[in-house]
């Protein structure tokens, strides 16, 4: 048995809060920017003075399209075809993950951009071998 | 930073293979990827009037390792390009591969180490080396393409959550664009058509392109009389990322590029005038690629501005634009982020024929991504080999009337790094 200690490590931590439903982010001691997901340094201003957050999974759908059945990646195939859209945290930064709550089709999601901008709530989409972000439109 | 080159450098020779499938296109099939690249390089070399030996240095461009199997490219090419015991790399900037080697070979020959640098750039993103085989090839399934790409994608949390690039590229892009100018998806998607016209139009006028039939030839083949209702057929064009359908994307192939950069002063004794490298820019980010405003990308802003700066050019003195058209709506977005297209003016540009090689605006008068099609780290020294052409008034029946004296060239390497290559003619 090994008995060297595991490093930390700020991916695996990411998806061990996934899969609780916690959303960890950090955030820059010099900038104030946030930087999510998380990595070791500012993507804003490069410092490496960051510390730990957690978001509230609150956020606005600005725009949502849809991709193709079979998925480039075979962890999304049993999804595929599934909406994916342009999204802003209430915290700040802009992200891009599947949406749930409104089928993949032309008519749903012209619907969608007919009507502009709405709310959004994170929620962990469990796949077969990872926990993945998605966000649920919130009715 | 000075951003400048403390020497003039010259293009002094370009060659290009036919874009295709090494398993079935005439003039590939069969062809080893050696043989490929040789071919592009031979040509590129006679146009210089050199032979292999005559280069100080060999920068080798080789993106998707996993289908072409040549790591240690400048070597294991060595033998088939004549240039062995030069100093080389491989290297990448996935699809930027050969314009950022064009940057790299620029400041290495302005520093004043070399004189004269061969990059070339090759790529198999339609077939893959068989079992373990010399020679024999097999096709690679669509969804190994992707996952083998995205391999140059945010591995820690994009494609491992969903990250999918018809979205991102296309779907996303064209709603920021049509919310941002009131454009309706009815007359986005009647705009996709008539840009894929142009593209398809410029393929079909060059006979190294991957598809060289017009789309209304296509749409007649299958039984349409109105090319804008195959267009509209979900059978033949489907959405892949709402609003935008397959054929407003990038197209698979298997190719080869090449071009030789030296100092002005010395490129002499080729078979054709050589061009000026006046500049270029370079800016890279990881995802996400745009802010709020999907018609906006940051690092391509940069690398314009980069590249413009250091030719001392302005929006108004280009005459030929090749945007990088995986997507055609985030090639249009590049285009007026240029300025050589008005923003929110290009979809109509598009409409009125302008973007074509006979029209005001010409651009990707080798058929861009689309019809030219797309071996990822070879291509950006495909618009290179076009705008040279078109420089010196070679480009055949596709021949812009007035001879561009400035060109520009943008590719995006996935992903994402913005280059920026600005031409002139000497
Ligand atoms: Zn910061």
New binding site residues.
């Given amino acids: 048995m090994s008995t060297v200690s595991e490093q930390p490590s700020a991916i695996r931590s990411y998806y061990e809060g996934l899969s609780e439903g916690v959303f960890r982010a950090i955030t820059?001691k010099?900038?104030g920017?946030y930087t999510f997901p998380p990595t070791g340094c500012?993507e804003?201003?490069g410092?490496w003075d960051v510390i730990p957050v957690e978001l509230s999974g609150d956020a606005t759908l600005l725009l949502a399209s849809h991709n193709i059945s079979p998925a480039c990646h075979p962890r999304f195939e049993k999804i595929a075809p599934y909406v994916y859209g342009h999204i802003r945290l209430k915290e700040g930064p802009i992200v891009q993950a599947i949406i749930l709550g409104v089928d993949p089709t032309p008519q749903a999601l012209k619907a969608l951009f007919e009507c502009g901008p709405v709310p959004l709530k994170a929620e962990t989409l469990q796949m077969d071998d990872l926990p993945v972000l998605a966000y649920r439109i919130v009715s | 930073m000075t951003g400048k080159l403390r020497e003039r450098i010259a293009i002094s020779g370009v060659g290009c293979s036919r874009f295709g499938d090494l398993l079935e296109t005439p003039e590939l099939k069969g062809t080893s990827i050696q043989e490929l690249t040789a071919r592009a390089v031979k040509e590129a070399l006679d146009d210089a009037g050199l032979t292999g030996q005559d280069v100080d240095a060999v920068f080798a461009g080789n993106a998707m390792v996993h289908s072409s199997q040549v790591p240690g490219t400048y070597s294991q090419l060595s033998k088939w390009t004549g240039t062995q015991f030069k100093a080389g790399v491989h290297f990448e900037a996935q699809c930027s591969t050969t314009n950022v080697g064009a940057a790299l070979a620029a400041m290495a020959v302005a520093a004043g180490v070399y004189d004269t640098v061969l990059v070339y750039g090759l790529e198999t993103t339609r077939t893959k080396v068989k079992d373990f085989s010399p020679y024999e090839r097999e096709p690679v399934s669509h969804q190994q393409t992707w996952l083998w790409t995205d391999m140059a994608v945010n591995q820690a949390y994009g494609v491992p959550q969903g990250y999918d690039i018809f979205s991102t590229y296309n779907g996303l892009v064209a709603l920021g664009y049509c919310r941002k100018y009131g454009m309706s998806i009815e007359d986005f998607d009647r705009s996709m058509f008539e840009l894929c016209k142009t593209r398809r139009l410029h393929g079909s006028m060059n006979p190294k392109a991957n598809i060289q039939e017009k789309l209304e030839d296509r749409a007649k083949r299958e039984g349409f009389s109105d090319p804008f209702d195959y267009w509209r057929s979900d059978e033949h064009n489907p959405f892949v990322a709402w609003p935008s359908r397959l054929l407003s994307l990038v197209t698979t192939a298997d190719g080869a590029s090449a071009m030789v950069i030296t100092r002005a002063d010395l490129a002499k004794g080729g078979k054709s005038p050589p061009v000026e490298l006046k500049g270029f820019g370079i800016s890279y980010s990881d995802l996400p690629w745009y802010g709020e405003d999907p018609t906006y990308w940051e690092f391509d802003r940069r690398a314009i501005d980069t590249a413009f700066e250091m030719a001392g050019i302005k929006p108004a003195d280009i005459d030929y634009l090749h945007t990088h058209d995986c997507s055609h709506i985030s090639g249009i977005c590049t285009a007026e982020a240029t300025g050589y297209l008005e923003p929110g003016e290009g979809l109509n540009a598009a409409r009125d024929g302008r973007l074509r090689f006979d029209g005001d605006r010409p651009m990707s008068t080798h058929g861009g991504r689309h019809a030219f099609g797309h071996a990822w780290g070879a291509s950006a020294g495909t618009d290179t080999y076009e705008a040279v052409l078109q420089m010196r008034g070679q480009a055949g029946p596709r021949q812009i009337k007035k001879q561009p004296e400035i060109s520009v060239i943008h590719t995006h390497g996935y992903a994402m790094i913005g280059t920026v290559v600005v031409l002139g003619s000497i």
Avoid: I, M, P
């Fill in positions: 820059c010099v900038c920017g500012c804003t201003c410092s």
